[in-house]
């Protein structure tokens, strides 16, 4: 199952796809042909950046939509950071401990994390799968599991471009179950038609670590319950918008029997990466 944070060299097929419209040796404004240069190959990495630099689009988090290969601007491309911390180019299990915050019993731990220009990763959408790259080195957070350091949540274009669908069925009273690092929280209280959010979050850690004060940040939240967000099922309106976001795997919501039960039971229950049964 794809994981929410795992990176791609592009293959030289996809190199090639975006090399493949390369203008050819044109001739001087002389109209004579120029005469020929010595000629030193091109690396892949040059003849992508070259044509990166011609395609690459700006981000925009609520409009920008899915396509193989998603080319972006790294200047437009700035998520929020949860904490300061010198950025750093590897995979999470890797990064030295001055490159990671943790949490007080470390049951979760932080990174900024950078992504080099021309690296892809994988960009999924429902069932479409492709890769996004950059034209310019990113910054991105990520937040993990403080043991195995396996990533909870990273603000990629795949989350973002996954998690709209939720954000889109939010009206009137919400209950978001799992705050990770509170971008779906964010995304839903900026919509006007949201009246009252509440958030259950199972890790009293997190809620103490950061949590309790990014919910403070927005006005719309009325709660912050420390528990299982199944259990909040049911005792507030019927008509209650549930939106789960609470598995590190996406399709793991697709393959959860308590949520697939849960669905059943309740009216307008959502859950992240579940789109084959929707
Ligand atoms: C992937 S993160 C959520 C990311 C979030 N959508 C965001 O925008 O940052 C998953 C979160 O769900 C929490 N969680 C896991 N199982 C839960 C449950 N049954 N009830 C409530 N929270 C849960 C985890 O502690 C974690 O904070």
Known sequence: MPARDKSH???SEQS?????????????SSGRPRAPKPSRAK????????????????WDENFTKFKHPLV????????????DVTPYPADPDSTPEANLVRSPNNEFAYMNRVWKRGQAIPLLQ????????????????VLLDGRTLAVWMSLTPMEVLTLREGISLAKGTVVIGGLGMGYLLRKVCEKPNVHRVIVVEQSRELLNWFGDRICAEQPKVTDVICGNAYEQLGKFDSETRYLFDI???YEDAAADPEFQAAKRKHPHVWGWGDYHLA
């Open 72 to 83: 972006l601007q790294g200047a437009t491309y700035q998520p929020q950071m949860l904490f």
């Open 43 to 58: 690396s892949p990495e040059e003849i992508f950046l070259e044509k990166a630099a011609q395609i690459a689009e700006p």
């Open 126 to 141: 429902n069932r479409r799968e492709g890769l996004v790259y950059w034209d310019q080195d990113v910054v991105i957070p």
């Open 16 to 28: 090639s796809r975006l090399a493949g419209n390369a203008q050819p040796n044109r001739p001087s």
């Open 9 to 11: 060299r592009p293959s």
């Open 247 to 249: 598995w590190p795997m």
